[in-house]
């Protein structure tokens, strides 16, 4: 088999960059679709839930798929330096590719808003770290600012090589599928994943026939094979962070899912786009309800993501249970982050360690009140 060199290498027919790119990766992608082999039961849930394990990225995080492009074009253009705000994984992403394409990294960052692991790496990968006195929408304003008069690239999502880069997800869901899924259920943030998401997807039922046109012309697929259909999208919110469920933006954003802490949102439109022709729909989770998920997913199944991602889950249980999910179904959860990126919430929320002598008899004994 050959040696998996990236996403960017992986589908460069159905990217924008040419044999000349001067390619910035760590061999981001190709993530495991991982089917979950008690939960559906334990659930009550007749169909099949496949776990898209993003957090086994090179940073942990699905960040790396646009990142690996941003910075890509970004160096491409003769960029020197680049910048974002972030809730952590997008600083991640970015100090760790500017590391590897031998940039400078500017990262504004939530004050104490943001898990250890996050904050460690973009520290670790040599990025300055400006922790802002103010949330990620405050940051998302000040780096546009910044970038437009700065000889700095923005590598936020509202530039288009992230979703370019993200989009790629889909493709790797249909390649292991063999075609799309009824449902793919995600968290929502600044929405820029689920509307590449939705590229994705949409790019690849395209045919380039007359009588298709979802594409609108720009299909890049050329004969290969393609999907019959389109998931329904369904996106989901922490409810202390929802602008999609408000209707507009939220001013004081909070959540324990730190990740998805945003009031309002850049990639608003494409969003509810994806969500309204994909037939599907966004809702929120509380707090205790994406803890209890993230939980579930750890003892049940082995597989740890962070808060965030595990909105994904508590939104699918949450509508499973009130009858929107159709018996059968083959449904698709991304995992946008790894569990390790947020070691306190995990610590805070599980059994603590038995302290105990270090001695045969005690150690025995609290054994057999386990068994
Ligand atoms: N899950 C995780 C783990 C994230 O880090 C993010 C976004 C999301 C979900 C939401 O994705 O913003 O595309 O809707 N994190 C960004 C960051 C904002 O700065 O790391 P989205």
Known sequence: MAHYQGLIHRYRDRLPVSDTTPVISLNEGNTPLIALQRLPAQLGFSGRIFAKFEGLNPTGSFKDRGMTMAVTKAVEAGSRAIICASTGNTSAAAAAYAARAGIASFVLIPDGKIALGKLAQAMMHGAVVLQIQGNFDDGMRLVQEISAELPIALVNSVNPYRLQGQKTIAFEVIDALGDAPDYHVLPVGNAGNISAHWMGYSESVCQQTAACGLCKGQCPYHGKPLATRRPVMLGYQAAGSAPFLRG????????????????????????????????????????????????????????????????????????????????????????????????????????????????????????QRHL
Do not use: Y
Not at 250 to 276: C, F, H, Q, Y
Not at 300 to 317: H, K, M, R
């Open 248 to 367: 507009g933006p939220v001013r004081n954003p909070e959540t324990v899912a730190t990740a998805i802490r945003i009031g309002n949102p850049m990639s608003w439109d494409l969003a509810w786009a994806a969500v309204k022709e994909s037939g599907g729909w966004f809702d929120e989770c509380t707090d205790a309800e994406i803890l209890e998920a993230q939980a579930l997913l750890a003892r049940t199944e082995g597989v740890f993501c962070e808060p965030s991602s595990a909105t994904s889950l508590a939104g699918f249980i949450k509508d499973l249970r009130q009858g929107k999910i159709k018996p059968g179904a083959t449904v698709v959860a991304t995992l946008t982050g790894h569990g390790l990126k947020d070691p306190d919430t995990a610590i805070a929320q599980s059994p603590q360690p038995h302290r105990v002598a270090a001695e045969r008899g005690a150690i025995g004994e609290l054994i």
